[in-house]
């Protein structure tokens, strides 16, 4: 067998397959980012806010683009696709076809003058069809990479783009190509295809213009949308009175055959209902038509009810039937039939919220890779290896495998990121480039000689502002010794140039005055360092975004500001320091805590991959919860998995396994924690640079329906033991869902009681299918391909009965005699069930142990209760603090499979810090005096990442900056009442020099 | 009886040398048409014509060289492909396109030019005065046309009429021909959105207006005013001023073009 290649290729560039990528290469991999289209960021770039915390969604997705765009281990293939694999797991060699762009990815400074003047328009599918784009174009603004692409459908090759191009960037005879590439794990993360809503011809998508799907009304609620972010009816521009949201727009439809639940529908049609009535200025009505409300993920039925309560959406229970147009006023008439009742209602617009499909080519991609499907054309996969496809070495992750939210794809990658990475660890940093750069020069003694190179940016910033002018001007300026104009100063032969001019002209501090230093800062403070200046003696003024762009029809006062923000920011320049980035050792040890499913998981993988794992469980044997489960939906034995994990866990010399154990103490920061653990009364003190939370949850012990007074009412648990055991034996089984769930004491939804639920009721037909099966219920929450299994229970005629809070289930118990009176919605009417086993699907509810874990480790809980991760949607298992991790039923509850790509992610992103032999952290960090410093500990308190301490130092408190945790925000610094912290590169003087030059002209030669 | 009031753009190889069309030689050309000497009519920008009529100008005749001979290579053919853009504009703004016309003479055929010049004044003597003439001008009509006008001294038409020749005759820039069919679909398109786009913009300049306004002004559905808004709100052209109840009012704005 030939060696293992150090390289993996990802396919698919939506916020799955970015994470996944930027894993791997911060993992020490060299990675192959394939995407079909001419940028990545995938359906999440089109979307306005996320569910549950309203965030903007390309605000927080752009960082994460731009990571990718210029990490030096990730080699970005847009407009690809994967035409064949060969070889094996450690060893593939992978065809992909790149389609042309026609425009050179190396010379288009994505300056968009071409797009200007392009007399040819297309659809702009990034719109959805609302707004048309030119036949040259890029995605959205914040595409990655910014690079043009020719539509070569409707371009009809007129020449003007290639005349007007000042970057020479025009290729018309570029042609498709194609490369080989080897690899040694691959990653799918294709994502889905939207449902295409004319399929629902009931519906009237495609005739009617004031029905929309969801992903139209995302577009249609943006800012950057092609309505500037005012809800408008299509038809006419109006601001619709009232708006009919229909869930379930091919999804869990038998007709269609998409029988499966999308899982992310209930709660983006809240998302979009709540946003739309922000936006919208006067009153705005809005209805949601469901089925059941799926609110199963965290903190998700808190924002049902804020939903329901504070913007008083209405919930209305029924699949809409039809919608027709009334033709005189474009408004549309939904029929549907709620309580037995046919309705008709009128309402300015109907957002169809359509489910998630297969990707369009994924039997193409099957084939190719050699990979199996599920009937539904998603990625096969199994409950206890979900990032797993079928073939050996290819993983997958994101809606391929399963309809998800973002928080659960992001999750899933990182999780296929670990099993990528553990195949090809052996061969980790092979494939990689560490770059070699000149010594730094000592320039500290120096006075400051400042270079300042200003761009025209094409016509972006030459079109408004007389950028020669600019030049001269800033050539008056104390200190600037070099002044020069550039077309593009970003392009490949300035950045040559400004080295030659920072040797010839000795220059000691650069400024650039262009576009923003959001995406063009890492470019110049790399050009400065490889001309062997320290980078933070480089400084950026931003006269495109804050200027040329915003003063477009001002030319005269745009130049003048121009000079007004390059003479502010030569004024800060003047003071730049050379700073040093603090460099941290790590220790390649990790301590994982808990001993689940989910802990061994993560510590099973990350033994794999070479490092030493202390593996901590209170309990007195490895298995947490997984222990109680006897069987599941589908063909998988538990039973079976847990001992061959354990086995693993046990055998593997890496994993040291202390049970009966609890962290009593934990110090440091991340590379170098010291943890004391208190083993059955021992203490052991370790060391280790990260720490996985894996500590579980607990299951709801009922007080309600005669829990514990009657030996007939059963925990699914217990009943599941009886089914397991050969001790089941019923005419009717009761079962109630929500116990404990969805009320005033546990707000939140347990997540996995529906699919209990649905398991022992298929159980009991399997077993016994005579025994009657009542499953009263608030939401059927089977999400997902789980719908599939509430169907067959249905099918095998198990009864599902819907109650509200109004109507709740009541449970007598008279001589023995066990009775549920339950409400019947469709007769109208309490009817009592006599039963012989009543099980009660009960909450899972957060570990109580969790409030002094949160407290030794300073992470924070949720107010549920549960560990509150970073981020919900793109950090869903990092804690803020560096180092820290969380995965399983210590996040929320969740299922096997999630908990194990949980873990699996929780590893990812350990393995991230644990494969660096040191770690690089920011210079421009908070820097304490510690003679001014009193000790008052005002600076402890208001930091967030818990990076700065005040500990007694030569008999007096002092504060100081644990440097690898630091990020440079400088609140301490602003807190601080002595005065004792400057924020280095954003000190008091150089924020002051800005502002003084900002407010006074201070020319050489005035 | 209506005399018209017609501007001749006239070819300075096409113009007969006969100073007066009314002089000795008998032959009589229309005393009223006005000509203006231009030394090729490929010189003839769209935007000139536009401006003619919306001064009150009954008929416009541009008079070229006859088709292959041009002083200027093929300034003909340019300004035949001009006239073919202003017509489809006109048609649009509902003055007669055929208030427009274009023929070709040599300057030897004096006979032949008063004929044109003629039967076009008969022509347009047939159609009446021009609704821009005279005190009281049709005021929707001179919106339009200076809507027109806009349209024509805006890039993208200019672009599309100035690379017709090359593109439909030669090969374009990946070596394939286009048809005459393809490129007058996207031509006529262009012309179509730019037209309704300016005449838009012609309209919020006045004072602000909803999309069902600008639609009942227009007589134009009002999913494609949105539409045609969208795209010149994306240039800059235009902003929302207010909302009025449930519609808001746009306006428009300084636009350096």
């Not at chain 1, 306005?48 to 994460?64: G, Q, R, S």
């Not at chain 2, 286009?178 to 006045?206: H, L, P």
Request: charge should be negative; aromatic fraction near 8%.
């Amino acid at each position: 067998m030939r060696d293992k290649v150090g390289a993996a290729l990802v396919v698919g560039g939506g916020v799955a397959g970015i994470q996944a990528s930027l894993d791997l290469a911060d993992s020490g991999f060299r990675v192959y980012l394939v995407d079909q289209s001419s940028s990545v960021g995938g359906v999440m770039a089109q979307l306005d806010k996320t569910f549950p915390t309203n965030d903007c969604a390309m605000c927080i997705l752009a960082p994460k683009l731009v990571a990718t765009g210029r990490h030096p281990n990730i080699t970005l293939i847009t407009n690809g696709e994967v035409v064949g694999v060969k070889g094996e797991a450690g060893n593939f060699e992978v065809k992909v076809r790149k389609r042309s762009r026609y425009i050179n990815e190396e010379k288009c400074n994505g300056c968009g003058l071409c797009a200007q003047k392009c007399p040819v328009e297309a659809v702009d599918t990034f719109n959805e069809g609302l707004s048309a784009k030119s036949a040259i174009y890029v995605e959205y603004p914040q595409a990655v990479p910014l690079k043009f692409m020719i539509d070569r459908e409707r371009c009809i090759g007129c020449g003007t783009c290639k005349e007007v191009c000042k970057a020479e960037a025009i290729e018309y005879d570029q042609q498709d190509s194609e490369a080989t590439l080897e690899v040694g794990s691959i990653i799918l993360a294709p994502g889905f295809e939207p449902f295409d809503a004319r399929l629902k011809g009931e519906y009237g998508y495609g005739r009617f213009p004031n029905v929309v799907t969801s992903i139209e009304f995302e577009r249609i609620l943006s800012a950057s949308g092609p309505y500037g972010g005012l809800v408008l009816r299509p038809s006419d521009g109006e601001i619709p009175k009232n708006i009919a949201f229909i869930q379930c727009v091919g999804s869990r439809d038998a007709h269609l055959g998409n029988n499966y639940c999308s899982a992310a529908c209930c709660m983006y049609g809240m998302k979009e209902a709540i946003i739309a009535k922000e936006h919208v200025p006067t009153n705005l009505e809005c209805a949601i038509f469901y089925m059941d409300i799926r609110a199963h993920g965290k903190e998700f039925d808190a924002y049902y009810e804020r939903a329901r309560g504070e913007y008083g959406i209405r919930f209305v229970r029924s699949r809409a039937a039809s919608v027709r147009e009334n033709p005189a006023t474009s408004n549309l008439q939904v029929y549907y039939v709620e309580n037995e009742e046919p309705r008709l209602e009128e309402f300015d617009m109907v957002v169809l919220s359509i489910g998630m499909q297969p990707p369009k080519d994924a039997e193409r991609l099957a084939k190719a890779l050699g990979i199996g499907l599920n009937r539904y054309k998603f990625c096969q996969t199994n409950p206890f290896s979900p990032v797993e496809t079928s073939r050996p070495g290819i993983f997958v992750c994101g809606s391929f495998s399963s309809p998800k939210d973002i928080p659960e794809s992001v999750a899933q990658a990182s999780g296929a990121a670990m099993k990528a990475a553990s195949l090809i660890s052996s061969e980790r940093g092979t494939l990689t480039t560490a770059k070699e750069y000149p010594p730094e020069k000592e320039v500290s003694d120096e006075d400051p000689r400042i270079g300042v190179f200003v761009c025209h940016c094409g016509i972006n910033i030459g079109g408004v502002v007389n950028v020669p002018e600019v030049v001269e001007y800033v050539k008056t300026l104390p200190n600037v010794v070099y002044a020069e104009h550039n077309l593009y100063t970003c392009s490949q032969d300035t950045q040559k140039k400004i080295r030659e001019i920072i040797d010839e002209h000795s220059l000691n501090r650069v400024v650039v005055a262009s576009c923003t230093p959001r995406t063009h800062e890492p470019l110049f403070r790399e050009t400065v360092r490889e001309a062997g200046l320290n980078i933070y003696l480089f400084e950026m003024a931003n006269i495109r975004d804050q200027c040329s762009w915003v003063h477009m029809h001002e030319p005269e006062e745009a130049t003048q500001k121009a000079k007004d923000l390059v003479r502010s920011i030569v004024a800060k320049a003047r003071l730049l320091k050379p700073l040093k980035k603090p460099i941290i050792a790590v220790t390649p040890t990790a301590l994982v805590i808990g001993g689940g499913l989910s802990g061994m998981t993560a510590a099973l993988e990350l033994a794999k991959q070479g490092f030493e794992v202390h593996l901590v469980e209170k309990e007195k044997e490895l298995g947490g919860h997984l222990r109680h489960i006897h069987y599941l939906l589908g063909s998988e034995d538990p039973r079976e998995q847990l001992r061959s994990i354990i086995e693993k866990v046990t055998k593997d010399e890496r994993v040291h396994i202390y049970l009966h154990s609890e962290i009593s103490d934990v110090e440091g920061y991340v590379g170098n924690f010291k943890t004391t653990l208190d083993c059955g009364g021992e203490k052991t003190e370790i060391e280790h640079g990260i720490v996985i939370v894996a500590t579980g949850a607990e299951e709801y012990r009922p007080t309600e329906f005669l829990y514990g007074a009657d030996e007939k009412v059963l925990t699914q648990h217990e009943l599941e033991e009886k089914l397991a055991n050969g001790q089941f034996s019923a005419k009717t089984v009761v079962m109630i869902q929500c116990v404990g769930s969805r009320n005033e004491e546990h707000a939140y939804c347990s997540r996995m009681c529906c699919s209990q639920a649905v398991k022992n009721s298929l159980k009991i037909k399997e077993l016994s299918p005579e025994t009657d099966v009542y499953v009263l219920y608030k939401d059927m929450r089977t999400y997902g391909f789980l719908e599939d299994y509430y169907h067959e229970a249905a099918s095998k005629g198990v009864l599902f009965i819907r109650y509200d809070d109004e109507r709740r289930p009541r449970v007598t118990q008279e001589k023995g005699i066990l009775k549920v009176i339950m409400w019947e919605p469709v007769i109208k009417t309490w009817i009592p069930v006599e039963t012989d086993i009543l099980a009660l699907s009960v909450a899972t509810i957060p570990n109580p142990n969790n409030e002094q874990l949160a407290k030794l480790l300073k992470v924070p809980l949720s107010k549920d209760r549960f560990f509150l991760e970073a981020h919900m949607k793109l950090r869903p298992v990092d804690f803020a603090t560096e180092g820290i991790f969380l995965c399983g039923l210590a996040h929320w509850p969740k299922s096997i499979e999630e908990s194990i790509s949980q873990a699996c992610a929780a590893a990812a992103r350990a393995a991230t810090i644990l494969s660096k032999t040191t770690l690089e952290a920011e210079g421009a960090i908070a820097r304490v005096d510690e003679d001014l410093c009193s000790g008052c500990k005002f600076c402890e308190a208001v930091c967030e990442y818990s990076a700065i301490k005040t500990e007694e130092k030569d008999g007096k408190l002092r504060a100081h900056v644990i440097e690898a945790l630091c990020k440079g925000c400088g609140v301490c610094g602003s807190t601080c009442p002595m005065g004792a912290i400057s924020m280095l590169h954003f000190t008091d003087d150089q924020i002051l020099a800005q502002v003084k030059a900002a407010l006074k002209e201070e020319a050489k030669h005035d | 009886m209506f005399r018209p009031k017609i501007i001749g753009l006239v070819c300075n190889w096409s113009l007969p040398p006969e100073a007066s069309l009314t002089g000795p030689t008998g032959i009589r050309g229309y005393p009223k048409m006005h000509i203006v000497q231009v030394m090729c009519v490929g010189r003839i920008d769209p935007a000139i014509v536009l401006e003619t009529f919306s001064r009150g100008a009954d008929g416009v005749l541009v008079i070229g060289c006859h088709p292959p001979d041009c002083h200027y290579v093929e300034g003909n053919l340019q300004a035949e492909r001009k006239v073919k853009m202003l017509k489809k504009l006109l048609s649009l703004t509902g003055l007669e396109p055929e208030r427009l016309r274009l023929d070709w003479a040599y300057s030897s055929e004096l006979e032949r030019f008063a004929k044109i010049s003629n039967d076009f004044r008969d022509h347009v003597i047939s159609l009446g005065p021009s609704p821009l003439a005279g005190e009281d001008p049709d005021f929707n009509i001179l919106l339009n046309i200076e809507a027109a006008k806009a349209a024509t001294e805006d890039f993208r038409l200019r672009v599309l009429v100035g690379r017709e020749k090359e593109l439909t005759e030669g090969e374009n820039v990946y070596g394939e021909e286009v048809s005459q069919e393809k490129f007058d679909e996207i031509n006529d398109e262009a012309i179509k959105d730019e037209y309704i786009r300016n005449r838009i913009n012609v309209a919020v300049k006045r004072r602000p207006l909803s999309v069902k306004d600008l639609s009942k002004l227009l007589d134009l559905d009002s999913r494609f005013v949105l539409r045609h808004l969208v795209a010149i709100r994306q240039r800059g052209w235009v902003t929302v001023d207010r909302v009025e109840g449930r519609s808001p009012l746009y306006t428009a704005l300084e636009v350096r073009r």
